[in-house]
């Protein structure tokens, strides 16, 4: 079974300051992992993915992820927030062979002027 | 393009009733995926359907739920003699191919009173 770990349900940052919000995730086989980003009253919108290759992976507006396989994790970056950067954050996996995509329990941004 | 379009954004029951959830999938996306987001909780998988058939139930909670995808594009989540706990938000998603990213709608928000 697999399973996805945020440690952190709520993170409050100073506006362009840096912030890690924290992914681990359990899996027996190779996997596919992403994040997704929830704007207020909005849906959930795909932020960055790792499929294969490089383990850097970066979205359009800054956040960047680096898949470790050595410590099961996906942690999100970005070296200065936003305001406009307020949202919960979703991490999660999908396994080959397992055809679902597996959510952790999110990690809600709020940035401080 | 269109993306995910789910019918109703809202929906007020009273416990016992009986309700009906629409999800239309991107034009040609195969994958059709149904979540449930409670309140401070990540989405909850609920069932998979590639093409017409439902590949994977095994997160519908228990036999009230029934999800049918007929023509292999618009889904219909059902939801017999509901409860207060099954207030929540339904999500549906889509996908071309397994392992590609989720696009997801903005959700049916039932609230069984």
């Known amino acids: 079974a697999q399973s996805v770990t945020q440690l952190d349900s709520q993170v409050p940052v100073f506006e362009e300051a840096p912030v890690e919000l924290r992914c681990n995730y359990s899996?027996?086989?190779?996997?596919?992992l992403f994040w997704y980003v929830q704007y207020p009253n909005q849906g959930l919108q795909l932020l960055l993915k790792y499929l294969s290759g490089s383990t850097l992976v970066e979205s359009i507006n800054g956040f960047e992820a680096e898949f470790n396989k050595s410590q099961t994790s996906f942690h999100l970056r970005k070296p200065s927030v936003h305001i406009s950067d307020t949202a919960e954050y979703f991490c999660?996996?999908?396994?080959?062979?397992?055809?679902?995509?597996?959510f952790g329990t999110g990690t809600r941004l709020t940035i401080i002027p | 393009g269109a993306g995910v379009s789910q019918t109703p954004s809202n929906k007020v029951t009273e416990k016992g009733k009986y309700v009906e959830l629409r999800c239309d999938p991107i034009?040609?996306?195969?994958?059709l995926y149904w979540y449930r987001q409670s309140l401070g909780q990540g989405p909850e998988f609920l069932i998979y359907f590639q093409g017409t058939g439902a590949a994977d139930d095994s997160g519908l909670p228990n036999d009230r739920f029934f999800a049918v995808r007929p023509e292999g594009s618009v889904s219909t989540l059902k939801i017999q003699r509901t409860e207060r706990g099954d207030s929540a938000v339904y999500l549906c998603?889509?996908?071309?191919?397994?392992?590609?990213?989720?696009?997801f709608g903005n959700g049916t928000r039932l609230t069984v009173t």
């Open positions: 999660a996996v999908f396994s080959s062979g397992n055809e679902k995509l597996t």
């Open positions: 899996s027996s086989v190779s996997v596919y």
């Open positions: 034009s040609g996306h195969t994958a």
């Open positions: 998603a889509s996908s071309s191919t397994g392992g590609s990213p989720l696009h």
